[in-house]
C-alpha cells in the first residue's frame, strides 16, 4: 500500500526533476526576469530604494507616490521613469538634482553677511572713542573749543591733540564716510557644499551730538553671488540696505546699539543634468532682513593713554524672510516654500589697541579683537516643494542646522591723517568646526569730518 499521499498537477523541472506548484514556478520565473535585467532591487524600494540621506529619501518618496498615481507631467515623465533603469549613483544624483536643498543657503549668507556687518559697525564707533586726547599746545598756543590751536605756535602733539579730538571725536560736528567691505564663506554640507562672496559699498553721515555721543546713518549695496551645490547651481542676489546706529562713551565705559532693514532680490539657478541634457531651473524671488544689535564694554588705559584694552560684549538679533518661488526654464521647475529664518546670538571678548604718533599729520592706531560667539534660535527648518505642474501635492525637505559654537577674530588698522582725515582697514575671520567651515571680511574706507 502507498503510503504518500497524493499531489496536485506540478511544474516538472527536467533538470533536477523536482516539483514545483505552478505558481511557485512563475514567482521564480519572474524573480529570474528582474536579477537578469538588472532592476529588482529599484524596483522593490522605488525611486528611494538607494537613497543615502532623509531629503533624498523625502524626493524619492515623492516621485514614487507621483508615480502610483500617475500624476507626473506628461512633459518629464519619460526621464523622470527611466531613473529607475540607471546605476545606483545615477539614481542617487537624480534625487539631489530635484531637491530644493539648495534655497536654505539664501538666509545662511544674509546671516554671514550679517555678522560682518555689525562687526564693522560697531569697531568704526568704538575706534571714534580710542584716540586719547593729547596734550595741549605749549606757550601762547591754547585749544579753543572747536579742538584747533588759537596760536601759529605750540608743539606738533597738541595741534594733532586739538584737530583729532576736537574736530573728528569729540567736537559738535558731522563726519561721512564711505567703505568697500567684501565677504566670503563656505558652507560645507553633506553631501553638497557652496560658497559665496560678497561686494559692500557703504555711505554714511556720523554726527558728533556732543563729547561721549555719536549718532549716525548709511545706505549700502550688497551683490552676493554664491555657487550653491556639486552640480554647480548658483545664485545672484542684490541686498538694498539702510542703517541707523548711536553710541556712548563715558569714563571708559562704551555701549552702541544699532537697526538694519534690507531688502533682497534673489535668483537662483538650480542645475538638473540627469537625463543627459543639462537644464537650468530659474526662481525668482526675494525677501527682507531685520536686524538689532547692542555691544558694550569697558576700556583700560595703560602707557601714558596710549594702550586702550578692555572686555566687549553684544547681543545680536536677525530676522530673515526669503518668499517662496515657482521656477521657470526648466521641464523640472518646482514650486518652493517660503523660508522664515530667526537668529539670536551673544559675542563675547575683547579688544586691544595702540595709538602710535608717527608725524605731526599722521597717527595710527592698529587694534586686535577676538570674540566667542554662541547662537540660540537658529536651527534646522523644513522646505515644501513639488513639481510645479502637479497641485498641492508636496514634500518637504529639512535644512541643516547651524553651528552653534564659533570664533570671531579680526585685525584694523585706522591712519588720522591731518586735519579731519580717517582712512582704516579692517579683516575679520570667522571659524567654526563641523559643516560651517570659515568665513571672512575685508574692509577699506574713507572718513571725512566738517
Known amino acids: 500500500m502507498n503510503s504518500c499521499r497524493k499531489v496536485p498537477e506540478v511544474f516538472r523541472n527536467t533538470r533536477g526533476g523536482k516539483r514545483y506548484k505552478p505558481y511557485a514556478a512563475m514567482l521564480s520565473l519572474a524573480a529570474a526576469t528582474a536579477l537578469t535585467s538588472g532592476s529588482v532591487a529599484l524596483a522593490a524600494g522605488g525611486f528611494s530604494q538607494f537613497a543615502t540621506t532623509p531629503n533624498e529619501t523625502a524626493v524619492g518618496n515623492y516621485l514614487n507616490n507621483l508615480q502610483a498615481s500617475g500624476s507626473i507631467p506628461a512633459s518629464i515623465s519619460s526621464p523622470i521613469n527611466s531613473i529607475l533603469s540607471g546605476s545606483p549613483a545615477q539614481v542617487n544624483t537624480a534625487l539631489n538634482q530635484l531637491s530644493p536643498a539648495v534655497y536654505q543657503y539664501l538666509p545662511d549668507i544674509a546671516l554671514q553677511e550679517q555678522v560682518f556687518f555689525d562687526q564693522n559697525v560697531f569697531q568704526m564707533l568704538h575706534d571714534s572713542y580710542y584716540m586719547p586726547e593729547q596734550s595741549t599746545a605749549t606757550g601762547a598756543g591754547m585749544n579753543n573749543s572747536g579742538g584747533m590751536s588759537s596760536s601759529n605756535g605750540g608743539s606738533p602733539n597738541g595741534m594733532m591733540g586739538g584737530m583729532m579730538s576736537g574736530v573728528m571725536k569729540y567736537a559738535k560736528g558731522v563726519s561721512i564716510y564711505s567703505y ?3 565677504v566670503s564663506g563656505d558652507f560645507a554640507y553633506s553631501p553638497s557644499a557652496a560658497h559665496f562672496s560678497a561686494s559692500s559699498v557703504f555711505l554714511g553721515a ?3 551730538w556732543c ?7 548709511s545706505i549700502s549695496y550688497t551683490d552676493p553671488q554664491a555657487t550653491l551645490d556639486q552640480f554647480q547651481s548658483s545664485a545672484k542676489l542684490q541686498d538694498l540696505g539702510f542703517q541707523a546706529y548711536a553710541s556712548y562713551y563715558r569714563k571708559g565705559f562704551f555701549v552702541a546699539g544699532l537697526f ?3 531688502i533682497l532680490d534673489v535668483d537662483v539657478y538650480r542645475n538638473i ?3 543627459g541634457s543639462l537644464t537650468s531651473a530659474r526662481g525668482d524671488t526675494g525677501g527682507s532682513v531685520y536686524n538689532v544689535a547692542l555691544e558694550g564694554g569697558y576700556d583700560f588705559k595703560a602707557m601714558k593713554k596710549h594702550l586702550i584694552f578692555g572686555p566687549l560684549g553684544g547681543l545680536y538679533y536677525t ?3 526669503v518668499q517662496g518661488t515657482s521656477e521657470t526654464s526648466s521641464p523640472f521647475a518646482l514650486s518652493v516654500s517660503k523660508q522664515r529664518v530667526e537668529s539670536l546670538r551673544t559675542q563675547i571678548g575683547g579688544h586691544v589697541s595702540y595709538d602710535m604718533p608717527i608725524t605731526h599729520w599722521l597717527t595710527v592706531v ?7 560667539s554662541h547662537e540660540y534660535l537658529n536651527s534646522s527648518r523644513g522646505i515644501n516643494a513639488s513639481f510645479v505642474n502637479t497641485g498641492s501635492n508636496a514634500f518637504t525637505v529639512e535644512t541643516n542646522g547651524p553651528v552653534r559654537d564659533t570664533a570671531l577674530m579680526g585685525f584694523s ?3 588720522e591723517v591731518g586735519k579731519n582725515i580717517n582712512v582704516f582697514t579692517d579683516y575679520e575671520a570667522q571659524f567654526a568646526g563641523g559643516p560651517h567651515t570659515y568665513a571672512q571680511s575685508v574692509t577699506a574706507g574713507l572718513e571725512i569730518g566738517f
Open 413 to 415: 588698522l585706522t591712519a
Open 319 to 321: 530676522h530673515v524672510n
Open 273 to 275: 543634468n540627469f537625463d
Open 206 to 208: 556720523n554726527y558728533h
Open 366 to 372: 592698529p587694534s586686535l579683537n577676538a570674540f566667542y
Open 180 to 182: 568697500y567691505n567684501w
Open 260 to 262: 538694519d532693514y534690507s
Open 211 to 217: 563729547k561721549p555721543l555719536i549718532v549716525g546713518a
